[in-house]
């Protein structure tokens, strides 16, 4: 298995620009999490999946969107970039209520110019 | 929403000794409590949690305890060693629908040989 992954890994946009940030799991899980972390910071939640179809907003959902056709993949898009959005995001996924432990993904350095 | 607070913030000991590290969190509710180690550059990764109707648990060097009525629970490592350098985050969860997370702020400890 490869657990979960990310692309890419790094990326430099433009203020204004967009991207979409992929992720995607090969443990079938149900449960699926976009996480932002800020250099010397914490983990803040952005979105969450419960499953394909379903996506609902985190802490920090504020120009994020998501989307989830699929159990393997749950992508992130940033419409128009912003310093602010500056930082490392973490996609994590877990099974199911009872089964609480989240898998990480190797992250994705963003840096908006 | 839950809160949850992790002190200290940094923690500098000398190899062999121990190191705690403690959190505390608001809502009564939460019943699920893991801790996750982040080297630097790397994915946080799971390195042992407890739950809400268990007071200690223990994992060679480390264990983690649960005062649900003070809602603090506290991460132990006996005999560190420089490998143990790292950010450890404190999390707490509902249980409920979607397993979210709440993190801490982290606690880089540094482990001088």
């Known amino acids: 298995n490869a657990g979960v992954t990310q692309t890419p890994k790094f990326r430099i946009l433009k203020i204004g620009q967009s991207m979409t940030l992929q992720c995607a799991q090969d443990?079938?899980?149900?449960?699926m999490y976009w996480y932002r972390q800020d250099p010397g910071m914490g983990l803040k939640l952005i979105y969450y999946s419960v499953g394909a179809g379903i996506t609902d907003k985190g802490e920090v959902p504020n120009g994020y969107n998501v989307s989830r056709s699929t159990t393997e993949d749950f992508p992130l898009r940033l419409e128009l970039a912003a310093p602010s959005q500056t930082s490392v995001y973490f996609c994590?996924?877990?099974?199911?209520?009872?089964?609480?432990?989240?898998?990480f993904g190797p992250g994705t350095r963003l840096l908006v110019l | 929403g839950e809160n949850v607070e992790q002190h200290p913030s940094t923690l500098s000991v000398q190899e062999g000794d121990s190191a705690v590290i403690k959190c505390t969190y608001s809502?009564?509710?939460?019943?699920?409590f893991p801790w996750y180690k982040q080297e630097l550059g790397k994915r946080p990764q799971l390195i042992i949690d407890i739950r809400s109707n268990v007071g200690e648990k223990k994992d060679q060097r480390i264990a983690v305890t649960l005062n649900k009525t003070a809602k603090h629970f506290s991460l132990h490592i006996t005999e560190t060693q420089p490998e143990d350098s790292a950010v450890y985050f404190c999390a707490a969860s509902k249980g409920n629908a979607g397993n979210m997370l709440t993190f801490g702020g982290g606690t880089r400890l540094m482990v001088k040989p």
């Open positions: 443990m079938n899980h149900n449960y």
């Open positions: 809502d009564s509710a939460s019943n699920y």
């Open positions: 994590a996924s877990s099974y199911t209520t009872g089964r609480e432990t989240q898998y």
